[in-house]
Structures are given as C-alpha cells and as structure tokens.
C-alpha cells in the first residue's frame, strides 16, 4: 500500500534527520570543549609565571589565543 510506504519513509527521513543533528551536534560540543580547555591550559601557564615562547610551544596555540587569555585574567 502506498500510504504505509510513505509513512514508512516519513518515520525513516525523520530518524535520519534526527542522527544527523545529533551527529553534528556532538561535534560542535566537542569541538567548543577541546577550545575551552585549551584557554584554561593558557591561563593557567600564565597564572603559573611561564614566558609566552614557552606557552606557544607547550600549548601549540598561536600568539592571539594567549592574548585573549591574557585579556580575561585581568
């Protein structure tokens, strides 16, 4: 019967649909918690007195994230 074909495929599109926003929900959360923690690990480098050639090599973070963290520590 058509109509159940179509309801089987709405349902199917809808499951789909919902896998695919989680998928990149997950990512984005991801992707927001390796950046957050990343600043925490600038900031406490420099809470800890270290030199900013130090942080930039330790970290792997280029010079602007140390100074956005610099920033908020003030």
Do not use: C, P
């Amino acid at each position: 019967d058509a109509r159940l074909k179509a309801i089987r495929d709405y349902r199917f599109y809808l499951k789909m649909s919902e896998q695919r926003g989680f998928e990149a929900g997950k990512t984005e959360g991801v992707q927001e918690g390796l950046e957050q923690g990343k600043l925490i690990l600038i900031m406490n480098m420099l809470k800890k007195g270290m030199e900013v050639k130090d942080i930039l090599y330790f970290a792997g973070v280029s010079e602007e994230e140390v100074e956005e963290a610099k920033k908020l520590l003030e």
